[in-house]
């Protein structure tokens, strides 16, 4: 298929049917899929016409689909793609442009642009740089990079070009994400290497005076704390002016996990639970979360771009450039990258702060209007007071004779609702995460019917 304007015409006529179809039909579609697969077929040899292909996508797979761009999929922390986002990542398609350098294109300067304005946006100071990333595990991943290379240059090593064997170092965390561990695992530190810090009574905040302790008996040469912005089930924060205090003290490396964490800086500003962030050597935040943007597209923000550098960079004569800024191939895993940042600055400009922030609190008083029914009925337990937007409950066994696994499951067969896992104080409980802009009030009320009709 050659591009012409009738193949245009066709191309786009199709994606009108595909968007059409599948939008107009989230609210009544299962939030999760019951049907896993399709029939299989070989590939195609000589391949098929694309009218066919088109017909068999709307047959096979759209239908098929979940609906976590609806308002009830609460599943993990997932944000939905907003209308405008949505169109910038059509146009990221059709623009194709590879944002490894600059000189050839003005992509690389809106990337720039749009990391000075996140960094607005959650008013942190411009000594941070950074790159977009393919989410938030890519992010996590640099941020083990670079703390590794600051390790060797505490001990003379230049660990990039020479490896980790003479490396010593010690990793402290109280409750890392899954995708730190998994980080820790591929930048060759090991997934078991980091000593878990006490949390704080009923909370998975690090208690403070454990890692005080923990660094001053530390013996390694270097030492490298990994911090929470909103931990991942409880969404508790560590507080982040102590924790920077004491990696000073120790110069230690302070690495942040902020993914969807630091969206509470919109509505307590600098003062509030993210109080030092600003103090990080490194942050991971996650656009596809709560910013509303596609899949996907994460965020690593340093304030030790050298070291960043020093990770990444690799010489080659065909990656020359007369450009003076680093070029983010130089900052990131991959050369070539896709034009992730354009609809981040696309809903950066349409909604602005005012109308991000807008939608952060609507989420946030939709999750405490299901905790508060939650914490009210006689079925349910609410396990945890609802701090932000996640929702921890489980089914009163007593009442339901469920699990919470079997309690999960009936939900989310019904089609109504998308619902994942979570373990509090050792416990198995259901996790509701509340992060879509498409999220309703009749959202959180038809869900709460639901919760009705199973007990």
Known sequence: MNYSPETNQRLIAALTQQFDTFHSDLANRDVASKKMAIPYEKLPVKGIDFDRLNEYISENIQPNLSASNG??????????????????????????????????????????????WLCELFELPTSFKGIFTTGATAANLLAAFTARQYAGDQQGIDVAKNGLKDLDVSIFSATPHASMIKSLGMAGLGQNSWQKITCKINSEAMDVNDLAQALLNSKSKSNIVIASAATVTGTDYDDLVAVAQLCKKHNAWLHVDAAFGIFDRLLAGKQGK???????????????????????????????????????????PYLASDNQDVAFLSLGIENSRRFRAFPVWATLMFYGKEGIKDQINRNVDQAKQ????????????????????????????????????????????SGQVFLTPGSWQGEAIIRAALSNWATTDDDIKLVIKTLSELA
């Open 274 to 316: 993210t109080r030092g962030i600003e103090l990080a050597d490194s942050i991971t935040l996650d656009c596809h979360k709560w910013l509303n943007v596609p899949y996907d597209c994460g965020v690593f923000l340093t304030q030790h771009q050298r070291l960043l550098k020093d990770s990444c960079h690799v010489d080659a």
């Open 71 to 116: 308002g009830r999929y609460w599943g993990f922390v997932t944000g939905g793609a907003n209308p405008v986002a949505t169109f910038a990542d059509w146009l990221v398609t059709t623009f194709n442009q590879n944002v490894s350098k600059g000189g050839d294109s003005i992509a690389s300067f809106i990337e720039q642009q749009t990391l000075t």
């Open 370 to 413: 299901l905790a508060e029914w939650i914490d009210e009925s006689t079925d349910y337990i609410l396990v945890k007071p609802c701090e932000l937007n996640v929702v921890l409950f489980k089914p009163n066994q007593e009442n339901l004779g469920l699990t919470s696994q079997e309690c999960m499951d009936k939900l989310n067969k």
